[in-house]
């Protein structure tokens, strides 16, 4: 009897193809990805020749690779809407009204201004826009999202319900530059 080749998770089920007097592996979890008896990945051609049916298993993988980012992704997305929903009542940022129509943007833990919007027609609708886009940001940041990702959202590419489109939050007139 041969020696099992090192590296092969044999737990996991393992397909052996012979040709020629040469082994070939498969782990049943990795379709598509074939061994030598050293426990060196192989070409799928190789593969081929000793019998497996290449084209069908790397089909499988591939689908399984899309089904698996699909669920990573899906996941990220309700830890996002976990934690925006923890935190939509005390958001990281918040539009405040300067005086004289000016608004500015707040990070609400140090206090620190991180943008000042002047006065105009729409200072309070985008001072508010901007600091509900700042504090999705960070929910997704910490629901781990990269940065493509995120800014696919933005732009309004990502799916429906995440953050592209973000508007005013308060209720009122958004063109109220908060003077009287």
Do not use: C
């Amino acid at each position: 009897m041969r020696r099992r080749p090192p590296g092969i998770p044999w737990n996991e089920g393992v397909s052996v193809r012979e040709r020629n007097g040469t082994q070939f592996y498969m782990v049943k979890s990795e379709p598509g990805v074939y061994y030598d008896a050293q426990g060196r990945e192989v070409e799928p051609s190789a593969a081929a020749a000793a019998g497996f049916p290449v084209e069908e298993q790397v089909r499988e993988r591939v689908t399984r690779e899309r089904l698996a980012s699909a669920e990573a992704r899906i996941r990220r997305e309700v830890h996002y809407e976990q934690v925006k929903l923890h935190h939509e009542d005390s958001p990281p940022f918040k539009a405040e009204h300067a005086g004289g129509g000016k608004w500015i943007v707040v990070n609400t833990d140090s206090g620190e201004t991180v943008s000042e919007i002047p006065k105009g027609d729409a200072a309070r609708a985008t001072a508010e826009a901007e600091a509900l886009a700042l504090s999705e940001t960070l929910w997704m940041r910490q629901a781990g999202f990269s940065d493509e990702e995120i800014a696919a959202k933005q732009s309004g590419a990502g799916s429906a319900g995440g953050a592209g489109g973000a508007g005013p939050t308060s209720a009122g007139d958004p063109n109220d530059d908060g003077d009287e």
